[in-house]
């Protein structure tokens, strides 16, 4: 069963993205094009019969924006829901108030970079398993190893792109 951008919502979703808020303008224009960490975000996208704000599918990460209406009894209940789903189906969901957007964009920007940054140091230590000490990968700097952060960055990302790459030898 599909449960990404089902056609019933697609007026609402487009009548959602032509009436933005100034809020959710202004972090679009820093999601978009994959300006943020290389990740593609997808804007006012349904998953169920959900419509959430942003949405990256390759971190499985959702970035709603809250107004003033959010805060009522009623849309506070139906965003819990809306969070547990989405939690359930492993998605995260990171709430932002509108307000910090306009106001504050680096303090919003930096839990979105996070968590791809969570996904990113994931996928190095998958790899060289014995370069880290009890699970920590180093943010900057050496390793507890001694090697450069921006060794096994490139390393890293020779690794991955020799495991995308399908090589065939003619003949």
């Known amino acids: 069963m599909k449960i990404f951008n089902r056609k019933y919502l697609k ?3 487009q009548r959602l993205r032509n009436n933005a808020t100034e809020a959710e303008i202004l972090l679009w224009c820093y ?3 994959r ?3 290389g990740r593609k975000f997808r804007r006012q996208t349904s998953i169920k019969n959900y419509i959430v704000d ?4 390759e971190e499985k990460l959702v ?12 849309n506070t209940e139906y965003d819990k829901k809306k969070d547990e789903y989405l939690n359930g189906i492993g998605i995260k969901v990171i709430r932002i108030e509108n307000q910090e957007v306009l106001y504050n964009l680096d303090y919003v920007l930096k839990p979105i970079e996070k968590e791809s940054n969570k996904k990113i140091n994931n ?3 998958n790899y060289f398993p014995l370069l880290f000490k009890e699970g920590q990968i ?8 001694g090697l450069p952060l921006l060794a096994i960055m490139l390393l890293t990302g ?12 003619p003949g």
């Open 31 to 33: 999601l978009k094009n």
């Open 11 to 13: 007026q609402r979703r």
């Open 138 to 145: 180093p943010t900057e700097g050496r390793n507890r190893g």
């Open 54 to 57: 942003f949405y990256c599918p």
């Open 123 to 125: 996928k190095i230590k």
């Open 63 to 74: 970035v709603e924006l809250d107004g003033e209406s959010h805060f009522e009894e009623e």
């Open 35 to 37: 300006q943020l960490k």
């Open 158 to 169: 020779f690794v991955l792109a020799l495991s995308l790459c399908k090589h065939t030898i």
